[in-house]
Each structure stands twice: as structure tokens, then as C-alpha cells.
């Protein structure tokens, strides 16, 4: 039925889920719409406890900005464990790999797109390289909580980093076909 190149090349796609990584959390928010737009309730606080996030403390809160087109990554915490939010109106790609020696995970690598009218929390334990790509066409914003305050002086500083294409630099290509 099918000539020899297209055989040759023919794939079937695969639907089932992903490997996950061990710790790492997608939770679902509630985005509440009114006729002049919407609010999305980030976490609950209860003595710097995040609902939901497996009691996860609260120490830090960060906003930051990406424009088109840039990779952040890769970084990683020791210590420190990170929960992001991307707003709905912004299309970032987070690249997450276990590096944890020893993990029920180690070497799992998990892509994931965020926002793109979605509103979902990601949790990132200590150990886990993570980095962004904005695959969207404006600046796209981040906003996140940390369990440790940061600490720029090198020899308390929690962050290190791998290079932005130690798993192969196709992970940030957008997935075509």
C-alpha cells in the first residue's frame, strides 16, 4: 500500500502518557471569568504552606520575563524547591530532566507547555534541571515560589547550572508532525 520511502519513514504517533518524574507536581487552577476578564487564584497560604503542593513552604515569591525565542536553561537547586505559574495569555515550554542519583526517575526528561490558556502549577523538587523556552510570539511572564531565599554569594548559593542543550539540543524544538 505504501511506496518504499514512505514506509520506511512511517511512524505510528503514541498517546500514552509520558514517563512522569519523581516529585514533580502539574496542578490544575480555577480561572474564574467575568465579562471584563478573568482571575486565577495561585495557591492558598496557611502559615507559609501552599495548598496543594505537599507541603510545600512559601519564602520567596519571583516574577520574571522572557522575550520570543529565549531558553533559560539549564538550572538546578540542591536544596530548594520551586513552583511555577504562567500566565494563560503566554505559550512557554519547561524542560525538566532527573538528575538525581539514584532516583526511581533518574535520566526521565519531561517537556511541558505552559500557559497557552492554561492556568497550572508546576512543582520542581530539588535535584530536577529545569529550564524555558518561550515558543510564544510576545514577551511571556513568570511568576514563582521558592521554599529558600535566594542567596547570590557563591558559597550559599543553591542554583547551578548545566548547559541549554545537555539533553539534546532537539528538546527545545517545537514538535512538528
Not at 529565549?70 to 530532566?97: E, G, M, N, Y
Amino acid at each position: 500500500m505504501l511506496n518504499e520511502n514512505a514506509r520506511a519513514a512511517f511512524d505510528v504517533q503514541r498517546y500514552d502518557p509520558a514517563p512522569s518524574i519523581d516529585g514533580v507536581e502539574l496542578l490544575a487552577l480555577r480561572r474564574f471569568h467575568d465579562d471584563g476578564g478573568s482571575m486565577t487564584e495561585l495557591g492558598r497560604l496557611a502559615a507559609g504552606r501552599l495548598a496543594g503542593a505537599g507541603g510545600f513552604d512559601v519564602q520567596q515569591v519571583n516574577y520574571s520575563e522572557m522575550e520570543p525565542g529565549v531558553i533559560k536553561a539549564f538550572h538546578l537547586h540542591l536544596r530548594q524547591t520551586d513552583v511555577w505559574f504562567i500566565p494563560p495569555s503566554c505559550k512557554l515550554l519547561a524542560v525538566l530532566a532527573d538528575v538525581r542519583a539514584g532516583s526511581p526517575t533518574e535520566n526521565v526528561v519531561r517537556r511541558y507547555v505552559l500557559g497557552d490558556g492554561t492556568s497550572r502549577l508546576l512543582k520542581i523538587p530539588p535535584g530536577v534541571a529545569h529550564g524555558l523556552s518561550n515558543i510564544g510570539a510576545e514577551r511571556a511572564h513568570l511568576i514563582y515560589f521558592v521554599d529558600r531565599h535566594f542567596d547570590p554569594d557563591p558559597a550559599s548559593c543553591d542554583e547551578g547550572r548545566l548547559p541549554w542543550d545537555h539533553f539534546g539540543a532537539d528538546l527545545w524544538q517545537i514538535q512538528k508532525g
